[in-house]
């Protein structure tokens, strides 16, 4: 039976960087007789010039359906003015609370060829390997109560909740132990215990989950420290476990080091290993339309969905081999530039990474 794939482009450059990844998987398709359907839908901005919300029920409906989703990037300033609640990133934050996409895999490898691009000197960045696992459903971006009121004075005060239950904290601990496992066996849990209690409880159940796994090293490291240890070492990380709100401004972090955050897919995965898979980046308004957004992220999403939705190691090293030769060849989208490397746009980019695919 074919596999369903629900590719959802969203606004800015999505539409861009997807037409280019679905390039890639029609030839991975071809070539390693995936036997995928592609089906396409709205999200975002564009589902709000649709359907009048972000994420519409029918899309919804969709990616339950589907075997896994491709995400684009959602959000611009045409949308900018509208009401909190349905805003364009609601829709993403909507799916993956609906699909219940708990476990955040964004990983931050350095190309050897893209040492140069780092803004960090070489020695620190080169080989650098490490995984952040965010936790994707929970924390203050979906706490309750949170709104703006008005005070006796007339002053408005507005507030957010960040709660974690001690089970939400177990899985994505565990998660974090299992990829750790699966590297360097180096988990670092980060948190703001000194502060939050939240975290607290963060601490002492992701040290509870730890007796599970003897095998890998738990660290603790207070998110403040965390940020600095990234740029001043970032190589003696392995894998880091992390909140929502931690996560998502530490993986932005950590995607500079390795040149540009163009290169960064991720993988969002419920608790059966269902996903969907988007660039860590966002939908880039102040370059879209231009044809030289780079594609390599959403492309290297492609391959992450190969190989944790579907088990397909070998299109999934290949499409990642893809990539590494169209580096070597010296191609470089404007994000990755440095001199004396042949500057293209993200078509070419793609059709690079295909004609590389169709020869490995
Ligand atoms: C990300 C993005 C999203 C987030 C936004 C677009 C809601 O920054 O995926 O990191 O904050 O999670
Ligand atoms: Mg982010």
């Given amino acids: 039976m074919s596999k369903q794939i629900l590719i959802l482009p969203g606004d800015g450059i999505g539409p861009e960087i997807m037409a280019e990844a679905v390039k890639v998987l029609s030839v991975a398709n071809e070539k ?11 999200i975002g901005g564009a589902a709000i010039d649709k359907h009048g919300v972000p994420l519409a029920d029918e899309t919804l409906a969709r990616a339950r359906k589907a ?12 949308w900018d003015k509208i009401e909190r609640d349905i805003r364009p990133e609601r829709g993403l934050l909507k799916i993956r609370s609906q699909l219940g996409l708990f476990g955040n895999l964004r990983p931050a490898i350095l190309y050897p060829q893209l040492a140069e691009a780092s803004t960090l000197k070489p020695e620190v960045v080169s080989g650098l390997d490490i995984l952040i696992v965010r936790e994707l459903t929970g924390g203050i971006y979906f706490g309750q109560p949170r709104g703006t009121e008005t005070l006796e004075n007339g002053e408005r005060k507005a507030f957010d909740t960040l709660p974690y239950s001690e089970s939400e ?15 360097g066996k180096k988990l670092c849990s980060v ?15 992701v040290e509870e989950v730890a007796k599970d796994y003897p095998d890998v090293a738990l660290s603790h490291m207070y998110v403040d420290n965390a940020a600095m240890q990234l740029v001043r070492a970032p190589k003696q990380f392995d894998v880091i476990v992390t909140d929502n709100m931690f996560g998502d401004i530490l993986s932005d972090q950590a995607s500079m080091l390795t040149g540009s955050i163009g290169m960064l897919p991720s993988a969002s995965l419920d608790i059966d290993g269902k996903g969907m ?18 594609p390599l992220a959403t492309i290297l999403s492609v391959s992450m969905m190969l190989r944790y939705s579907f088990s397909q190691t070998a299109a999934a090293d290949a499409i990642e081999q893809a990539v ?15 001199e004396g490397c042949n500057k293209v746009g993200t078509q070419a980019m793609g059709d690079a990474v295909v004609a590389a695919l169709r020869n490995l």
């Fill in 32 to 42: 390693y007789a995936l036997n995928f359907e592609l089906v396409e839908d709205v």
């Fill in 67 to 78: 075997d896994a989703v491709l995400l684009g990037a959602v959000g611009g300033p045409k």
């Fill in 169 to 183: 904290i177990r899985r994505i601990a565990k998660v974090g132990f299992d990829m750790a496992r699966l590297r």
């Fill in 191 to 205: 948190d703001k215990a000194n502060v939050l209690a939240s975290s607290q409880l963060w601490r002492e159940i």
């Fill in 277 to 294: 898979y988007e660039p860590c980046h966002g939908s880039a308004p102040d370059i879209a339309g231009q044809g030289i957004a780079n």
């Fill in 324 to 338: 590494s030769q169209v580096l070597d060849q010296g191609l470089r989208t404007g994000d990755i530039y440095s």
